[in-house]
């Protein structure tokens, strides 16, 4: 039985086990049980009365989720020598070692292993008294009432303290404390800010000779901006709108405005290699003159077609973080 108290913990250790219920590391309590001992004398024939109400005081560390470091203070009792001769009284510091392992999220198995600094005391006794240190190893069992407090069932055993082996079996209850807080990161809020750049017009007017709807050469130099739009903006379209003068029929030159305003559009098109939805075109005849056409420099003015990319207004929608 002494060899399964020893090798117990270190079984618990190679498993890998982790603690139930609590993140708290720091834990104290008290415990209360009762004590047997059985006196080791080659010479005298001892009779004990045992059942011997004994406890302590106990503090730790979790130092791992299943290896906590423990020290306390045991009162272990006295036994009496059933024909009088004497009692025997032992008490101490432990210092040992606790292995958990979890079988759910509020029980704990756990091992015990490490040393007992004793005060053994005899009156009237058979041994004498002494002090010093003895191997120590127990089991038990906790049970986490909360994440403060728990309560164990246990069995210590004590080799050789002053000349007797000393058992232990008892009760205990244990608070915990000393988690840290949570670190709670704050909480982030984006909302949406949307932004409006304003692009503005871009207009080229072509002259036409009279009673002509044909494009001149050097116009397409003028058409680079235009293209550069085009392929930047992708949502930017043309609007080409052909004029004419008052001179002659208001229909003919209504037919006149919008023969002049396809040829740009497709001139266009060739030249910028866009598709025809991008670039629209009407007539507006005589409507919109920009000069007098009682002169002849006027009508030559009027004679023309706009090319105009319409002022765009560009939303941009970005994320921040709200004040």
Do not use: C
Not at 122 to 142: F, Q, R
Not at 238 to 252: F, K, L, M, Q, R
């Amino acid at each position: 039985m002494k060899k399964t108290f020893l090798v117990l913990p270190l079984a618990l250790l190679v498993s890998g086990a982790v603690n139930a219920a609590t993140d708290n590391p720091f834990y104290a309590g008290a415990r209360l049980g009762n004590s047997f001992y059985d006196i080791k004398d080659s010479t005298n024939n001892i009779d004990l009365e045992n059942k011997n109400l004994s406890g302590g005081v106990f503090a730790g560390y979790q130092i791992t989720p299943w290896f906590a470091g423990e020290v306390g203070y045991t009162n272990l009792g006295r036994a009496s020598v059933e024909n009088g001769l004497g009692k025997f009284t032992a008490q101490g510091a432990d210092l040992v070692g606790k292995f958990s392992y979890a079988i759910n999220d509020k029980i704990d198995l756990f091992g015990k292993l490490g040393a007992f600094y004793y005060d053994w005391n005899a009156k009237n006794g058979a041994t004498h008294d002494d002090n010093g240190w003895a191997s120590t190893a127990g089991v038990g069992a906790e049970y986490y009432i909360n994440n403060n407090v728990s309560t164990r069932v246990e069995y210590q055993y004590y080799k050789d303290v002053g000349g007797a082996d000393i058992q232990f079996a008892g009760v205990s209850l244990a608070y915990h404390w000393g988690a840290p807080a949570p670190v709670v990161a704050p909480e982030v809020v984006y909302v949406d800010q949307v932004s409006v750049a304003t692009i503005e017009e871009l207009k080229l007017t072509v002259p036409f000779a009279f009673d002509s709807a044909e494009i001149t050469a050097g116009d397409a130099a003028h058409l680079v901006p235009f293209e550069e739009r085009l392929n930047q903006y992708p949502d930017a379209t043309i609007t080409v709108v052909g004029h004419t003068d008052s001179t002659g029929p208001e229909a003919y030159n209504q037919t006149l405005s919008q023969e002049r305003a396809a040829t740009v559009a497709k001139e266009l098109r060739a030249h910028l290699n866009i598709g025809e939805d991008r670039i629209l075109s009407e007539g507006r005849g005589e409507l919109d003159p920009v000069a007098s056409n009682d002169t002849a420099e006027g009508r030559a003015e009027n004679r023309r077609v706009d090319i105009i990319i319409p002022e765009l207004n560009i939303e941009t929608v970005t994320q921040v973080v709200a004040q």
